[in-house]
């Protein structure tokens, strides 16, 4: 009995600072949820990523991925995302359902083997729902990938849409009409920015 109460003292003790995550992040894109905390630190679902993914999503080595300001990898339903090779992404990129990010193939000649290549994804860019980036890749600030898109070559340079099967550039953005933003409260995942290189010295292998 007395075990079952100190859990439940434990429990809402640490609801205090989660609420004040919740109102900070409220405006911003991927806000931090008290449905989101709950499936993953309580149900165990993604327990290991340090940012909020959806339940029906599936995040893999997490201590290899960097993740910028309000960018959530796995947000939205049914994303994949696999670190073993490594995954840095930039600040305020959006990453819509269905989205695959994979950083880690199999040999072709030994499948047992695991051929790893790190993906590295800007600041401002926009996965569109489907989309799946494979080993390797990098991709410049203000990308946009078009729905349904298998990203195989990079595209370092930014400012474009890029998309198809190989996906190819099939627009270029005007630069000066690519508006950066700033949240007035900066969080990495479930992280204040502030602390965030504490964090990443202490938790993560990048």
Known sequence: ????????????????????????????????????????????????AYWPVHFTSRVNSAHKIRVGVDTCPGYMNNCYVQGGGGIDIGDYTQIAPNVGIISSNHDLYDSRKSIKKKIEIGKYCWLGMGAIILPGVKLGNFTIVAAGSVVTKSFEEGFCVIGGIPAKKIKELEKDKCKPFKNDIEYNGYIRSSKFQLFIEKHLDL
């Open 1 to 48: 009995m007395k075990n079952k109460i100190k859990k439940c003292i434990w429990f809402f003790i640490r609801l205090f600072p989660l609420g004040n995550k919740i109102f900070e992040t409220l405006p911003s894109q991927t806000p931090i949820t008290f449905r989101y905390w709950f499936f993953q630190k309580v149900l165990g679902f993604n327990k290991q």
